[in-house]
């Protein structure tokens, strides 16, 4: 318990420091898959560490312990935390919890509207025109979604541009990018330190489109000159303030799309996933400490209590609490 | 509107497909300054389409009312029908120029470019740019 619990906030750290700038060199989608299962992973080890450090608080509370029928200097003696620890992790976990129901209301609603939007746009086609000069290109995620794309975008790119930029959208829609989005987006939510998963899961979003419009246009250097064409053409148009600060987020995209296909790799998704098989494991143990401790904890308020009133039998009262593979011969 | 959809059993991946044909044509067409036959609209899509094909596909967005078209020698040049995206422009006009949380849920093509990243790029598209649009 002592060290197990804190595992899970570690890995999550070394997670925000090293997976985003390992996924960014490998193949884009194992390394999406990647990032999703670290954000999983370590947002939910976060707020089962919390949960689990805010409890050990929890039950040395004198009138939680009464409630509960166990010895609270049985847990004290136990050692679980300090107090000041499991109340940071119990404000922690409250931010954690109120961040994630936030972010995940929001979510929600700009996903309904997204859908809601593919609906109402003309005609019934995969891809809907917008017909406005500055160059804009996007998905949006819906049943089915669709491919927006204004007039500007289109003449600014040649015929093998254009069906590269169409390749690369519907690579979007089809591998459910939104999903991996919003996993992230909520992992952030819970806690902050992910957030660069999140930046480098966008990036890599956008590369397992790129890739995979290469693989159908046949062509490695027409999506280059595309994916380079279209930014350079919007950045000239720049009429609103910059979104988002992605900063080289395009030049990456096309000189990885210049260079041949990255190689898979297995190293980093074996490091990856033996610090995600450790972050669960620590969890388990963490959890397996803690109930040991309410266990003894109760039979010592309970042996405690027979001693005190000795007319009954210790057993009556302390055998609830045994283990089913406790003795039971009183039966 | 339109119910073509019952004349062909189709198959899900012939109905992708379809699809996205249909995209590639929307987007040559409002690419292009000016109505294209359809025999020009197939010469600027990728891979080797019938000639049928693209006329069919040309006459079912036309019936679905994408597209305007008028007589060019024996047979149809065609154009899109702007309004409707003149009208879709409108509604997302806000989003785009404003620029909202719900931004969110789109993933752009290209993210916008600092003045670094332009240099960049230029350098990196001329060190093997030799076709233009």
């Given amino acids: ?331 | 509107m339109d119910d073509r959809k019952s004349d062909e059993p189709g198959t899900t991946a012939g109905r992708r497909a379809r699809g996205e044909l249909e995209s590639g044509v929307l987007a040559t067409l409002y690419g292009a300054d000016e109505p294209m036959t359809a025999r020009q609209v197939r010469d600027r899509l990728p891979g080797d389409l019938a000639y049928t094909t693209v006329l069919t596909i040309l006459s079912r967005l036309h019936d679905k009312g994408m597209l305007v078209r008028h007589r060019a020698g024996r047979g149809y040049a065609y154009a899109p029908a702007r309004d409707e995206a003149t009208h879709t422009a409108e509604r997302m006009r806000s989003l785009l120029e404003h620029g909202t949380d719900r931004e969110a849920v789109l993933t752009r093509f290209v993210s916008e470019l600092s003045e670094e990243d332009e240099q960049l790029l230029q350098r990196l598209l001329s060190g093997r740019a030799d076709e233009g649009p």
């Fill in chain 1, 1 to 331: 318990m002592l060290i197990s619990v804190y595992v899970p906030l570690l890995i999550a750290m070394v997670l925000a420091v090293f997976a985003p700038r390992a996924a960014r060199r490998l193949a884009p989608r194992p390394a999406v898959w990647s990032l999703a299962a670290a954000a999983l992973v370590a947002s939910l080890g976060w707020l089962g560490s919390l949960a689990l450090l805010a409890f050990a608080g929890l039950v040395q509370i004198p009138e939680v312990a009464e409630e509960g029928q166990w010895s609270v200097s049985a847990v004290r003696a136990s050692d679980p935390v300090y107090l000041t620890v499991a109340g940071a992790a119990a404000l922690a976990l409250l931010a954690s919890v109120a961040g994630l129901a936030v972010a995940a209301t929001r979510q929600l609603r700009h996903l309904r509207w997204a859908r809601r939007e593919c609906r109402l746009l003309p005609g019934d086609t995969e891809l809907a025109v917008l017909d406005m000069e500055s160059p804009e290109a996007f998905a949006l995620p819906g049943a089915p979604g669709r491919i927006v794309v204004s007039r500007g975008m289109l003449r600014c790119l040649s015929n093998g541009e254009r069906e590269a930029l169409l390749a690369h959208e519907r690579a979007h829609l089809r591998g459910r990018h939104h999903l991996f989005q919003t996993l992230w987006r909520l992992s952030a939510a819970v806690n902050p330190l992910l957030r660069p998963l999140s930046h480098a899961g966008g990036f890599v979003l956008e590369r397992w489109a790129d890739e995979e419009a290469a693989v159908r246009v046949g062509d490695r250097t027409v999506v280059a000159h595309a994916v380079g064409r279209a930014a350079l053409a919007t950045s000239s148009n720049r009429s609103r303030p910059a979104l988002a600060a992605t900063g080289g987020a395009v030049p990456q995209r096309v000189r990885a799309l210049l260079a041949p296909p990255p190689p898979r790799r297995a190293l980093p998704f074996v490091a990856g996933a033996a610090l995600l098989v450790v972050c669960c494991a620590s969890l388990a143990d963490a959890t397996t400490d803690s109930e040991e401790m309410i266990e003894t904890a109760q039979h010592a308020a309970c042996a405690a209590a027979a001693t005190s009133a000795r007319s009954v039998p210790p057993h009556d009262l302390c055998c609830r609490h045994e283990r089913p593979d406790g003795p039971v011969q009183h039966r």
